[in-house]
């Protein structure tokens, strides 16, 4: 009897141990934590925040300002999913910003513009290139990049202008045409978007939509557009970059094949994912 109780006191033991030093080898390879990103007030409101991840020894290095989705009300600037992991391998400077939420479209897009100036002046204290800024946003954060490096009056309130910014990659923006897809909206009957959308747009979707802001002669920064199978995705962005196009900018648009909505964006960047490398090799293509 008591040869069984030492034997098992010694099997738990022998288990604890085991137990014990494969948790510290996990840990070992693991590595010690990432640091967290650190925030940053670009004005006096509370949503007026960004959150800067700093990677030590980045010198002169591509930054990218990612724009959370949400129907312009919803989500959060800690909402990054694979992105820091993505910006560490490929040696860029990330920061992701939130803005007003609610306070429609065009207020969000002023707050974008300014965390777009605050990366401008401030990101090369980061280790990042103030000639290398991409701007970065999911759903309606791609509608508020896309507006604010078309229509120059939400950087000029910075004293910016739109070719400061070296290229803005779209991951299934919405909003593009706001004015079509909220009389689609009202035509079969989705009474909760179509309440969201009147909540961000207002009486003058028009106004605050980038593909009917494009003027010729204007000169914008180079485009990268991601769509999937959402509604609208494929037409409203190809007739972004359509008049894009004839207005003489670069656009590259890319099918996301075998992605939703939220899985392109929940994904993006991760190791292997081809979209994360594709917006990658845009970025890498801005050289110094």
Known sequence: MERRIWSWFLAQVAAVSIAGTFGAIAEVAAGPPRPGPTEIAFGPDSSQ???????????????????????????????????????????????STNHRLGAGAEKAAE????????????????????????????????????????????????GRKPPDVAGVIGVDGAGYNAASQ??????????????????AFGGHPAALSPTLLVRQGHPYPPFLLFYTNHPGG???????????????????????????????????????????????????????
Do not use: C
Not at 53 to 82: R, T
Not at 182 to 199: P, Q, R, Y
């Open 49 to 95: 925040r960004l959150d800067i991840y700093a990677q030590p020894g980045l010198k002169s290095a591509p930054m990218v300002l990612y724009v959370h989705g949400g129907a312009w009300s919803m989500f959060d600037k800690s909402d990054v999913d694979a992105l820091p992991d993505f910006a560490r391998r490929h040696h860029f400077l990330l920061a």
């Open 111 to 158: 707050d974008v513009a300014g965390a777009t100036d605050w990366m401008l002046r401030e990101g090369p204290h980061y280790g990042g290139d103030a000639k290398r800024l991409f701007l970065m946003g999911w759903s309606s954060g791609g509608h508020l990049v896309a507006l604010i490096s078309v229509d120059p009056r939400f950087l000029a309130a910075r």
């Open 182 to 199: 909220i009389h689609s909206l009202f035509i079969i009957l989705k009474t909760v978007e179509l309440g969201m959308w009147m909540v």
């Open 234 to 288: 494929r037409s409203y962005t190809e007739e972004f970059a359509g008049k894009l196009r004839k207005a003489g900018a670069q656009v590259v648009v890319v099918e996301a094949s075998g992605r939703m909505h939220f899985t392109l964006n929940s994904r993006f960047g991760d190791p292997g994912d081809p979209y994360g490398d594709r917006a990658a090799k845009f970025i890498a293509a801005a050289r110094p």
